[in-house]
T-cell receptor, first 117, second 115 residues
């Protein structure tokens, strides 16, 4: 069965520190990869996504993620975090060109990021 | 553009009672999803609609859960009767097309507490 693993449950950083959140997936085929973010009191929203081309993708608010196929990973990075990046981050994956339920998004458990001012 | 609207935002009921959640997707979005998010977990898909057709309900506990999307716009998710383990956040999402690369747009969710 497909699965997504986010290794860190809660990450605490000071402002200006660099961020890397891990995401590994288990999926037998071509995949699409997503990072969603949920700011406090707000709904889930897309941060960035990857489905083909340059494995380094850039998203909103200075975030980027790198797809490493050989490692089944799609880690999220930001060189310098701000207090406003405090949120919960979810990695998600689905299968490309799969019919039925294999095209559905599978989410990881999420990583809560707390940035200290 | 208006986002996905869900109501109610919060619901507290006693076990064995029925409960219903409503979702209005973004205008023009043909694909609608219902997810359940348990505490400390990511969202898990319950059912996916393309227009008014439920194209994937394999994860919906059909003994107590039901859903409908009349006229291919609004959708209602119902639980009858509710159990303690149904306490969770129920999320609705929509996307323009039934394509794996599409971004899903999420509503604020309904937080259900079953006592």
């Amino acid at each position: 069965a497909q699965s997504v693993s986010q290794h860190n449950h809660h990450v605490i950083l000071s402002e200006a520190a660099s961020l890397e959140l891990g995401c590994n997936y288990s999926y037998g085929g071509t995949v699409n990869l997503f990072w969603y973010v949920q700011y406090p009191g707000q709904h889930l929203q897309l941060l960035l996504k990857y489905f083909s081309g340059d494995p380094l993708v850039k998203g909103i608010k200075g975030f980027e993620a790198e797809f490493i196929k050989s490692k089944f990973s799609f880690n999220l990075r930001k060189p310098s975090v701000q207090w406003s990046d405090t949120a919960e981050y979810f990695c998600a994956v689905n299968g490309e060109n799969y019919g039925g339920s294999q095209g559905n998004l599978i989410f990881g458990k999420g990583t809560k990021l707390s940035v200290k001012p | 553009e208006a986002g996905v609207v869900q109501s109610p935002r919060y619901k507290i009921i006693e076990k064995k009672q029925p409960v219903a959640f409503w979702c209005n997707p973004i205008s023009g979005h043909n694909t609608l999803y219902w997810y359940r998010q348990n505490l400390g977990q990511g969202p898990e898909l319950l059912i996916r609609y393309e227009n008014e057709e439920a194209v994937d309900d394999s994860q919906l506990p059909k003994d107590r859960f039901s859903a409908e999307r009349l006229k291919g716009v609004d959708s209602t998710l119902k639980i009858q009767p509710a159990e303690l383990g149904d306490s969770a956040v129920y999320l609705c999402a929509s996307s323009p097309l039934p394509w794996e690369r599409e971004t899903q747009y999420f509503g604020p969710g309904t937080r259900l507490l079953v006592l």
